[in-house]
Structure formats: C-alpha cells, structure tokens
C-alpha cells in the first residue's frame, strides 16, 4: 500500500494552467502505475490520464495536459494546460501495483488519495 496525498490545486481562468502533484509515501512508488481521475459536481469520476511505462489520455483532455513522473521526488504531477471552465472538479490520483498496461477503470486501482478541487472560471 501506499499513501497518496495531492496538491496544486485552485483558481484557475480559462486558458491558464495548474500542475497538480502527487506525492506517495510508503513502498517504492515507481513500482506502481498511477491514474489521475475527476469528478464534477453531479457527475461521475472519470479517467483524465495515467502513467505505466507508458502515458495515456482521455480525448478530452489530450494535448493539453500532460502526466509525468519524477522517481527520485516519489511524485507524479499533472501539468494542465489551456484550460477550460469543463476542467472544473476534484481531482484524485489513485495507484495500482505493477506496471503492465495502462488502466482507465477506477476498480483497477486501490490506492487513492483525498483529492484536490481545481476550478476554471471563464
């Protein structure tokens, strides 16, 4: 198990940017594979992107934001871009151990953190 704590979060305007953190603490965290989700008011969580050896991305947020992984920090960060008053919810990172192919599905995942609420106002 590892422990998954966000950060980063805020105010943003539309076209701006934020970079979310995520930083673990327990067993090492480059073993694991690690998603960020989302979850707008009245919605439900959805994939945003994940990264294994390799990243992957909802359409929605493709070429805007960007995942990445720092091993030594034992953090993930999401650098969103141009962003849009459509990005506004919490937003939870979540790990699952192994490194195999990238999962989408929030029942692939058992390590999640609090969430950070990020919102864009047009």
């Known amino acids: 198990q590892v422990q998954l704590v966000e950060s980063g979060g805020g105010l943003a305007q539309a076209g701006g940017s934020l970079r979310l953190s995520c930083a673990a603490s327990?067993?090492?965290?480059?073993?694991?594979?690690v998603g960020w989700f989302r979850q707008a008011p009245g919605k439900e969580r959805e994939f945003v992107a994940a990264i294994t050896w390799y990243t992957a991305y909802a359409d929605s947020v493709k070429g805007r934001f960007t995942i990445s992984r720092d091993t030594a920090k034992n953090t993930v960060y999401l650098q969103m871009n141009s962003l849009k008053p459509e990005d506004t919810a919490v937003y939870y990172c979540?790990?699952?151990?192994?490194?195999?192919?990238?999962?989408?599905?929030?029942?692939?995942?058992?390590?999640w953190g609090q969430g950070t609420q990020v919102t864009v106002s047009s």
């Open positions: 979540a790990a699952r151990s192994g490194s195999g192919a990238v999962q989408t599905s929030m029942m692939e995942y058992d390590n």
């Open positions: 327990g067993r090492t965290f480059s073993r694991y594979a």
